[in-house]
């Protein structure tokens, strides 16, 4: 009996793998045959997993256990994210730490050893939930990306840009986070970079200077800023109102004049008219705005709906303001903000503070100072620290990074040859590329790729190491590069090397982007600079897997990488899917208590279920994940292995060829062309439409509709090498999809070595008969209708009629196509005579019997006394089976039948024997060990039998 329990039926197909080597074999098979190159993008081994990381590693699985079927030789190599902020924000965590200052006071030492091992903890934790999804991979050969060799690789990377003139220092208005103390990148900010938070906006009196009680109204939600301003910024082309209220005037968009309520408006003018009106200072005493006259400028972006249509303008506190300010030229004054968001000194008293505990003090004094208008709530789209979730603020600060404008156009180029699936994140990247501002590298922190600059303060020569040989020939004390236990902060921060100009100098403390780390991967994992044959052997990557928002992180790293090294992609063909939500469409959050973690997921349903969630949705749409989706997979599964039985108890004697029967003929014409379908559908990366293809051969045409065909035919040899064959190869089909379900049901029918050694089925395309295909749809619906007009009738389908009237409308299939199929149609509909006829296709004819897309099916439902015996005998035949089945007999058991029946069955003797497997019949009952009574149609019956 082959039976399913989930999770502990699939320990015991990973035990069967472990204990044959099924996956060794598998690649000494495929070794050295055409290769198949894929590169996994690291996983972060930070936490364990949660459902939403096993989409892509089944994925991942999916397409590499695909290809491996068909014969080619892969790598295998997983690979484990190491660096970075998220790895140091969780390791504070567990020390208890809330800030830059406990990780120093801690010492660099102990907290960079504290990160490596939580990743050694968190990397074999994700390796074993890995397995037990199903993931084949070369585990123990991964890449970390904490690795010497991938940091020198970066190295060589940051050299090169350098040679080429893009690598630079600059100040920028940088998206920071206070808590961590760093910059976040552009690229950097992604879907989980945002998040709906409500502020406090505030309206500004600013009073225009040389006017009597004349004010322009300026909106801002960065009240904290307002110490920063330089000037206001109208819309040169919308038109602004002069409005009186309570012995006021001020000027607002015309748009938005409803905000003040009750009001006079006096007249209106353009935006232009306002530009170059000064306005008294909001902070005249605070030494940073000494000598500032702030003013009106023009800026086309002002909307005239944004708050007043009047905007607060901070060059040193907003990047578009910025902008803005080096083009009309404004003055920069000192950053409001230190790296901790402490106000710096020449901000009076608000100097020394930090501006998340006083931004209600700031509002108080903004109405002390006689110049708010009014404050109220507001919620709007605002960035935030995708690492610790903290709200980000805009600071000006100096940072590395290196200049894209050479590299945007080759990029460019390069993505549009590659092959993105969904077929609109090719057009994601590309609007990327459009927008892309120099990429921001560098990250004032400790745990990650140490940036090898050395700036000389001296002859300001900048020296940029690219390699460990290097470092060690400029390194001034050589025998402590030597002695180096790893290359990262604190230990490679001792190294000095001697300037050109003579002086010694050290290297910045800054490390790098953590992109920088998974983006050089394709040169770092694959031998770039150890044995470039190899390397071409498998670059360009043939496919990568990995969420949306991956396009302006990983593969935008990696394109970025690449195209400075090699000048090309790094990859060929890239899929990427959507988020996985909750069964209700809502995003998973511990908080909420809707996130499902992989261990609960796999031990409460089993990693097939999830695998089947997971290879059934289109990539472009997001998942709704659960146990109800689940519970369903779990019943289409359940009729997979009812099949399985089926085909073990029935298929006991296959011949070598294949019966000729149209059932036959169509089921196996319906195996090729799925084959054909399934390979297509997965080599265009459209993953679930096979695996929906797969379902419903399964379950509806193998199952449900063949089986039904040949119940009783299944004694014929030829008939069941259909059955058995068809069956196979549609479990082999769905091995790379369901592979512990797959292996089981080998092992427990087929009992090959492994269905994952199995080759990958190649349709025969002279055996897909469409036009068969094509009839058998229209017998399919014939019988529906005929079993609907049994059903109408209360007829049940073991009770024989004499005939059945197929009128065919005169515009459909011609008679002579469907007269060959009478026999499938009599045996399916249980009558003894198909009559086909024509009849013109007319909404005012009366439908005859039960209508169908290309006709109508009629029953003779007159039983004859013949016709009734036969029915009875039917429904006699059909409680020995029970009863066989409920004494738990297994169909070659043979028996010895009792009956007695108020109905003469004598000519169906042998027939019932036959079919109940009875060597001897008597029509009168004896003691039996097995019994059962009742009546049929009011006809009172006994059966007994003893087991042979």
Request: charged share 35%; net charge positive.
């Given at each position: 009996m082959v039976s399913y329990n989930g999770f502990e039926t699939e320990k015991e197909v990973l035990e069967f793998w472990d204990k044959n080597k099924i996956f060794d074999k598998l690649r000494k098979?495929?070794?050295?045959?055409?290769?198949?190159?894929?590169?996994?993008?690291?996983?972060?081994?930070?936490?364990?997993?949660?459902?939403?990381?096993?989409?892509?590693?089944?994925?991942?699985?999916?397409?590499?256990?695909?290809?491996?079927?068909?014969?080619?030789d892969q790598r295998y190599q997983n690979g484990f994210d190491c660096q970075g902020l998220w790895l140091e924000v969780e390791?504070?965590?567990?020390?208890?730490?809330?800030?830059?200052?406990?990780?120093?006071?801690?010492?660099?030492?102990?907290?960079?050893?504290?990160?490596?091992e939580r990743v050694e903890k968190f990397s074999k934790i994700q390796t074993d939930q890995s397995k037990l999804l199903g993931q084949w991979m070369d585990w123990g050969n991964d890449y970390f990306t904490m690795n010497d060799d991938n940091i020198q690789s970066i190295w060589f990377f940051l050299k090169k840009c350098h040679e080429k003139g893009w690598l630079y220092k600059g100040k920028r208005i940088l998206p920071w986070c206070i808590r961590c103390g760093t910059s976040s990148s552009k690229h950097e900010m992604s879907d989980e970079g945002y998040a709906d938070l409500v502020h406090p906006s505030v309206y500004i009196k600013a009073k225009i200077k040389n006017r009597d009680n004349e004010y322009l109204l300026i909106w801002t939600t960065t009240e904290w800023t307002l110490s920063s301003n330089i000037a206001a910024a109208v819309n040169p082309d919308i038109n602004y109102s002069q409005v009186s209220k309570e012995g006021n005037i001020y000027y607002i968009s015309e748009a938005v004049v409803n905000k003040l309520g009750d009001c006079i408006v006096l007249g209106t003018i353009k935006g232009s008219d306002l530009i170059g009106i000064e306005y008294e200072n909001f902070y005249p005493e605070i030494d940073v705005q000494k000598g500032n006259n702030p003013r009106v400028i023009p800026w086309d972006e002002v909307g005239e709906k944004d708050g007043t249509g009047i905007v607060h303008i901070a060059p040193s506190c907003g990047d578009a303001d910025y902008e803005l300010g080096k083009k009309l030229k404004l003055k920069l004054i000192d950053a409001a903000l230190d790296e901790f968001g402490n106000y710096n000194k020449g901000y009076g008293w608000l100097s020394g503070k930090n501006v998340k505990d006083v931004k209600k003090d700031i509002v108080k004094d903004l109405d002390k100072r006689g110049i708010l208008f009014k404050v109220e709530n507001y919620k709007h789209r605002y960035p935030i620290c995708w690492r610790c979730k903290e709200e980000l603020v805009f600071r000006l600060d100096s940072s590395w990074f290196i200049s894209c404008d050479e590299i945007r156009p080759i990029m460019k180029k390069e993505s549009a040859k590659v092959v993105w699936y969904p077929e609109h994140v090719g057009k994601l990247m590309q609007d990327w590329l459009d927008n892309m501002e120099d990429w921001n590298i560098s990250r004032k922190r400790y745990w990650g790729l140490p940036l090898m600059f050395y700036e000389c303060d001296s002859c300001k020569n900048t020296e940029v190491i690219g390699s460990l040989k290097e470092l060690k020939e400029k390194a001034i004390d050589k025998k402590a590069v030597d002695s180096l236990p790893e290359l990262h902060r604190p230990w490679i921060d001792d190294i000095k090397i001697k300037c050109k100009c003579g002086k010694p100098i050290e290297r910045v403390k800054e490390v790098g982007d953590c992109w920088l780390d998974a983006g050089i991967v394709p040169f770092s994992t694959m031998k770039y600079f150890e044995d470039r044959d190899y390397w071409k052997k498998w670059f360009p990557v043939d496919l990568e897997i990995e969420m949306r928002a991956q396009v302006r992180l990983w593969f935008y790293a990696q394109l970025f990488m690449s195209v400075v090294l090699e000048g090309v992609a790094p990859y060929k063909r890239v899929l990427c899917y959507e988020e996985v939500r909750d069964e209700k469409g809502e995003s998973m959050h511990k908080s909420k208590g809707n996130a499902i973690w992989f261990d609960e997921a796999v031990q409460k349903m089993g990693a097939d279920v999830m695998r089947w969630q997971y290879c059934s949705q289109n990539p472009q749409y997001n998942l709704n994940f659960g146990y109800a989706p689940g519970k369903e997979i779990q019943r289409n599964l359940l009729v997979i292995y009812n099949l399985a039985n089926y085909v073990k108890q029935s298929c006991t004697n296959p011949s070598k060829s294949s019966s000729n029967d149209q059932a036959s003929l169509w089921i196996l014409s319906k195996k090729e062309k799925l084959k054909l379908d399934v390979t297509k559908f997965m080599d265009g990366l459209e993953y679930y439409k096979a695996i929906d293809e797969i379902k419903k051969f399964l379950i509806s045409d193998l199952s449900k509709a063949y089986v039904q065909a040949i119940r009783d035919s299944l004694e014929d040899p030829k008939v069941q090498k259909v059955l058995y064959d068809s069956y196979f190869e549609a479990i082999v089909l769905l091995a790379p999809f369901l592979p512990f379900t797959a292996e089981k049901i080998n092992l427990e029918v087929y009992n090959k070595p492994s269905i994952h050694l199995e080759k990958w089925p190649v349709a025969d395309e002279k055996l897909i008969d469409e036009d068969l295909l094509s009839n058998m749809n229209l017998i399919f619906e014939i019988i529906q209708a005929g079993l609907s007009s049994r059903d109408k009738e209360r007829i049940g389908v073991r009770w024989?009629?004499?005939?059945?009237?197929?009128?065919?409308?005169?515009?459909?299939?011609?008679?002579?196509?469907?007269?060959?199929?009478?026999?499938?149609?009599?045996?399916?509909?249980?009558?003894?005579?198909?009559?086909?006829?024509?009849?013109?296709?007319?909404?005012?004819?009366?439908?005859?019997?039960?209508?169908?897309?290309?006709?109508?099916?009629?029953?003779?439902?007159?039983?004859?006394?013949?016709?009734?015996?036969?029915?009875?005998?039917?429904?006699?035949?059909?409680?020995?089976?029970?009863?066989?089945?409920?004494?738990?007999?297994?169909?070659?058991?043979?028996?010895?039948?009792?009956?007695?029946?108020?109905?003469?069955?004598?000519?169906?003797?042998?027939?019932?024997?036959?079919?109940?497997?009875?060597?001897?019949l008597e029509f009168k009952m004896q003691d039996s060990e097995f019994n059962s009574e009742g009546d049929i149609k009011e006809k009172k019956f006994k059966i007994g039998f003893n087991k042979q």
């Open positions: 098979r495929n070794k050295n045959k055409e290769n198949f190159s894929f590169l996994d993008g690291p996983i972060t081994a930070n936490n364990p997993m949660g459902v939403h990381h096993a989409w892509g590693r089944t994925l991942k699985d999916l397409f590499q256990r695909y290809k491996a079927m068909q014969g080619f390791t504070e965590k567990d020390l208890g730490f809330n800030s830059k200052k406990d990780i120093e006071n801690f010492g660099l030492d102990k907290f960079s050893k504290a990160c490596r024989p009629l004499s005939s059945v009237t197929v009128n065919i409308y005169d515009d459909a299939k011609s008679l002579k196509d469907l007269g060959k199929f009478s026999e499938l149609i009599e045996k399916q509909l249980n009558v003894k005579k198909v009559i086909f006829r024509s009849k013109k296709r007319s909404i005012d004819d009366k439908i005859l019997g039960v209508q169908f897309s290309d006709g109508e099916v009629e029953l003779d439902t007159k039983l004859t006394p013949e016709l009734e015996n036969e029915g009875f005998s039917r429904e006699i035949m059909r409680r020995i089976q029970d009863l066989r089945k409920k004494s738990g007999l297994k169909k070659e058991d043979s028996i010895k039948l009792f009956i007695e029946f108020d109905v003469d069955l004598d000519k169906y003797k042998k027939s019932i024997a036959d079919k109940c497997g009875a060597s001897v």
